[in-house]
């Protein structure tokens, strides 16, 4: 196991050099966050991008992510040319070394909060998600601004996606993401780019927009489209781990002992009521993820790959980025090396 951490580039207030400060971490997972979906990454741009995180004692571990194209998700005639210009990004980032890319297959929006400031009783702050709230919020006076949704659609353009999503059930959506995989994969396995798709998050339907990313079946369904080695999964125990009919254990070993795991987001929810949760700290005793009983199932799979921490709580006052401060993530680095550390010497 690879002990990685996100970093949002020159801008983030969490910087590299801080992150090299926590101990164990060896990698970097980061993006072009400035370019459009459906625009080609230029390769020296990403090789600047490596550049500076290999100045800094680091190494460029993942990409996550470039974002595919609404059009593609949709099945429009437009999708083979955003479909021509994402394998030609994937073909970059293979020509600069970058081994993983981390991408979704969300529709519209990425992961969804109602709050991001959720206060805790410690003091700290955390993300939170109730549907019963999100059903209630009027979007048309919210001006369309939720936590952690897309900010490159206008009012009107996430209306006219919302009216093109109707005609799109969940049997279609499978077939878009097939096809897309289908043209997408063998290019990322001749450039040596492993392609790890992140579940939806929260992995059920919301507002009315499909999902199909958010069980284990679905995974396994997943992994079938296209029999590639390329083909893989970012397991993120926080986003499966919200819906508590998903047997985290299990499905690290499926879709890991089928080799399929090519990155972990190793994080931790409480789960409050039904489909009502919120993102609690890192150990096994403070959320609804059985956090030891995952590692000794990547373990028992024999996982070597990227993991980082993901979201943490906002503590000791920092502010900055929702989810992604440096102090909690910290810890949650911390607390899941000794975890790996304990699982590998208790097999020996």
């Given at each position: 196991m690879r002990m990685t951490f996100r970093w949002y580039g020159a801008d983030d207030r969490v910087t590299l050099a801080y992150i090299r400060q926590i101990p164990g971490l060896v990698g970097i997972v980061s993006a072009l966050y400035d370019i459009p979906p459906g625009a080609v990454w230029?390769?020296?741009?990403?090789?600047?991008?490596?550049?500076?995180?290999?100045?800094?004692?680091?190494a460029f571990d993942v990409v996550e992510s470039i974002p595919v194209h609404e059009d593609i998700k949709l099945g429009r005639p437009s999708r083979d040319a955003y479909i021509d210009a994402y394998c030609r990004s994937v073909e970059h980032l293979g020509a600069a070394g970058i081994p993983v890319l981390c991408y979704n297959f969300m529709t519209v929006f990425d992961w969804t909060r109602t709050r991001v400031d959720m206060p805790m009783p410690d003091g700290s702050t955390t993300l939170s998600y109730d549907h019963e709230e999100l059903k209630r919020i009027d979007l048309s006076s919210v001006g369309k601004s939720l936590p952690a949704w897309a900010t490159s659609y206008s009012a009107r353009q996430i209306d006219e996606l919302f009216d093109a999503y109707k005609q799109v059930d969940e049997?279609?959506?499978?077939?878009?993401l097939a096809y897309?995989?289908?043209?997408?994969?063998?290019?990322?396995?001749?450039?040596?780019?492993?392609?790890?798709?992140?579940?939806?998050?929260?992995?059920?339907?919301t507002l009315g927009l499909p999902r199909i990313i958010g069980?284990?079946?679905?995974?396994?369904?997943?992994?079938?489209?296209?029999?590639?080695?390329?083909?893989?999964?970012?397991?993120?125990?926080?986003?499966?781990?919200?819906?508590?009919?998903?047997?985290?254990?299990?499905?690290t070993r499926e879709i890991g002992?089928?080799?399929?795991?090519?990155f972990a987001h190793?994080?931790?929810?409480?789960?409050?009521?039904?489909?009502?949760?919120?993102?609690?700290e890192h150990p096994s005793r403070f959320g609804s993820v059985p956090m030891l009983e995952v590692m000794k199932a990547y373990r028992?799979?024999?996982?070597?790959?990227?993991?980082?921490?993901?979201?943490?709580?906002?503590?000791?006052?920092e502010t900055g980025r929702a989810g992604y401060g440096l102090y909690d993530r910290a810890l949650g680095a911390m607390y899941l090396q000794g975890l790996w550390e304990g699982v590998s010497e208790g097999k020996r």
């Open positions: 230029p390769l020296e741009r990403i090789l600047a991008l490596k550049a500076s995180i290999e100045d800094a004692g680091l049997e279609r959506l499978w077939d878009h897309f995989l289908e043209r997408v994969v063998p290019v990322a396995e001749a450039a040596g780019v492993k392609m790890a798709i992140h579940p939806d998050d929260p992995p059920w339907s069980s284990q079946a679905a995974l396994r369904r997943f992994i079938r489209l296209v029999d590639s080695p390329a083909n893989g999964v970012t397991l993120c125990t926080g986003s499966l781990g919200a819906n508590p009919a998903n047997d985290l254990p299990a499905i002992g089928a080799g399929r795991i090519h190793s994080r931790n929810v409480r789960v409050t009521g039904d489909k009502k949760f919120h993102e609690s028992d799979v024999g996982f070597k790959g990227p993991m980082r921490p993901d979201h943490g709580r906002m503590i000791w006052g």
